[in-house]
């Protein structure tokens, strides 16, 4: 590719190659290119799959990357001068990073279709215990009721977690209460669990759902901290607009929030009246 003026960088031009090559499905059926963090492979896959199931025509193609680097691609395929892309002639439909500043920050440049931003998933924090242990908390509330327990917490320097358990703490009435053990992360919050050092453990709910079968939820907090909601929005050039609207009404839809809350995120406030409450297991 010739370099006059601006043009599309070499790593865009990469991803490009690997998201439009190799694809066995392109001839049968329509390929629909979603570029999402990294954060977000368990809701996005289970997405993916269950519209396929319903969609047999479609096949999802993610594509995963940091914010920084979504950003940078998506920047240079839009501000290219070999007028390659245009107005439905782009190889991505939808955009989904991590948290919703990356999403404002592209539809103030115009990089997404303004009004397009469709809520998805829920971070909600929980409560979690041992699942060998019988004699556990049930609830936040729960917890200063007695004198001995012990709560591992995240680092609320170094986490998003950490500072948001900071909010439950003091909203439940929890500090001063229970003796806390301070971890890096929510794997060291596990740690001190499993080992014995910890009677209860503060983490997200999906990461959680990932260890369901060493730790069990005892309650969702309901106070104290401001959920993190995940959005995606339709990129500029995107190729099929009537495609992509499908594939975001099917991620508010019942079907598609049931598939996200198997992987242990929650339906957004802004949606839950959309949808219908799935029945607990």
């Excluded at 954060?39 to 799959?49: C, G, K, N, Q, V």
């Excluded at 999802?60 to 998506?74: A, S, T, W, Y």
Aim: net charge neutral; with cysteine.
């Amino acid at each position: 590719m010739k370099r006059n003026g601006l043009t599309v960088s070499l790593a865009v031009q990469l991803v490009i190659v690997t998201l439009w090559s190799g694809m066995p499905f392109a001839a049968e059926r329509e390929t629909l290119v979603i570029a999402a963090s990294p954060s977000l492979t368990a809701p996005l896959r289970a997405l993916a799959e269950g519209y396929e199931q319903t969609h047999p025509q479609v096949h999802v193609r993610l594509h995963f990357d940091n914010g920084l680097k979504l950003r940078g691609m998506i920047a240079g395929m839009q501000n290219s001068p070999s007028g390659k892309f245009g107005i439905e002639k782009g190889p991505i439909h939808l955009v989904a990073p991590g948290g919703d500043e990356l999403i404002a920050r592209l539809e103030s440049k115009y990089y997404v279709l303004p009004g397009t931003k469709h809520e998805y998933a829920e971070e909600r924090v929980v409560l979690v215990v041992p699942e060998s242990l019988v004699d556990a908390p049930n609830s936040f509330e729960s917890l200063v009721q007695s004198k001995h327990l012990r709560v591992a917490i995240a680092d609320p320097e170094r986490t998003n977690l950490g500072a948001q358990t900071q909010g439950i703490l003091d909203a439940y009435g929890i500090r001063g209460k229970v003796a806390l053990h301070e971890a890096s992360d929510f794997r060291g919050v596990l740690d001190h669990m499993l080992r014995g050092d910890a009677d209860a453990g503060i983490i997200y709910m999906h990461q959680a759902v990932k260890e369901q079968e060493r730790v069990r939820i005892a309650a969702v907090a309901d106070r104290g901290y401001r959920p993190i909601v995940h959005s995606m929005a339709m990129e500029r050039y995107c190729p099929n607009r009537a495609l992509c609207k499908d594939f975001l009404a099917y991620v508010q839809s019942s079907e598609g929030q049931q598939c996200v809350r198997l992987t242990g995120y929650a339906a957004p406030s802004g949606i839950k009246n959309l949808v219908a409450t799935p029945q607990k297991e």
